[in-house]
């Protein structure tokens, strides 16, 4: 028995949808994460038992809604998402657990963000598939426990350290996704063209998945500007030539960074002389959300080793100043021990 999952929820960040793999088999990379997971998917259908629930963790846009959508699509059973950040309350939570179906999904996106009290009220739903409601208030107020039926839960994260280890530990798998390899990241790019309906050819693709950061849905994003790009100014054929003419546009350079990437190298080199420096100074500098620069540009610049974390602060590397074609101040040896890189 195969349907379509009932899509219900906070279904905001679906720009994406289009694009989106619909099954796991169509889904590129990631190939640890897909085995595990094919493995519960059919040992689930075979028993025909719910799956166990799964908690999904790494940076943003590399496939954590995409696997959370398409594993009830290959289970046929329904979906239902949410998002950490809109359920304040247990309340809110409620409706969600009353809804879902036997052996159906619910996906909470950014589960990090779960209050508190929402968190302990999911401990009993996700171990013993029951809830104890509060009705009414004061001297009067009593508890019933009632009944769910048994679905899996699937979170998304992209900071595993803000869960409380007791939610950690509820999901019976957790899984890490890295960045994508050019390779991949090109395929991802080929496959999203031809759904798109527009002619690349190999350089271009492979130019898109070099500046797009080791990330599916940036690949994407640079696709369908490259494409906006080409039908504007050109034939519609995406070349390489084309490809980077468009991207330098967008003052995407060639290491895929983009301007606020830049902007923070710039910040670190310039106002903090190359650090280091904690990261909300330089959020605060750079006027953007701390959260932002640690979730979205931090990831790939310390990736890249461009910048290192050291137990003072954020500090530019010889690579870093390379890019930004400065010459690196010399060393202070003093500062050297306290400022070992800190690895996480
Ligand atoms: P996250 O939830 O981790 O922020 P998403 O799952 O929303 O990321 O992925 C963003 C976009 O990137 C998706 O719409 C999809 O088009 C693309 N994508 C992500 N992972 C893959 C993958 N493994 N194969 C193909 N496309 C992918």
Known sequence: MSREPILQGNQAKDDDRDLRPQRMTEMVGQ?????RIEIAVDASRKREEPLGHILFDGPPGLGKTTFATCIPHDLGVGLQIASGAALAAPKDLVPYLTNAEEGSVLFIDEIHRLPKTVEEFLYPAMED?????VLGEGVNARTLCMNL????LIGATTRTGLLSAPLRDRFQMREHLDFYSVDELSKIV???ADKLGVQIDADAASEIARRSRGTPRLANNRLRWVRDFVTSRADGCIS?????????MQGIDQAGLDLQDRKYLETICRVFHGGPVGAEAIAHT???????LIDEVEPFLLRSELVVRTPRGRKLTEAG????????????????????????
């Open 190 to 192: 080929e496959r999203s």
């Open 149 to 152: 039926k048994p679905f899996t």
């Open 286 to 292: 750079m006027n953007v959300p701390p959260d932002t």
């Open 129 to 133: 598939f029951r809830i104890d409601l």
């Open 31 to 35: 190939r640890e994460v897909f085995e």
């Open 240 to 248: 390489s030539e084309l490809t980077c003419e468009a991207l330098q």
């Open 321 to 344: 100043f390379d890019h930004l074609g400065v010459v690196p101040p010399p060393e202070n040896p003093q500062a050297e021990e306290a400022e070992r890189p800190l690895f996480e």
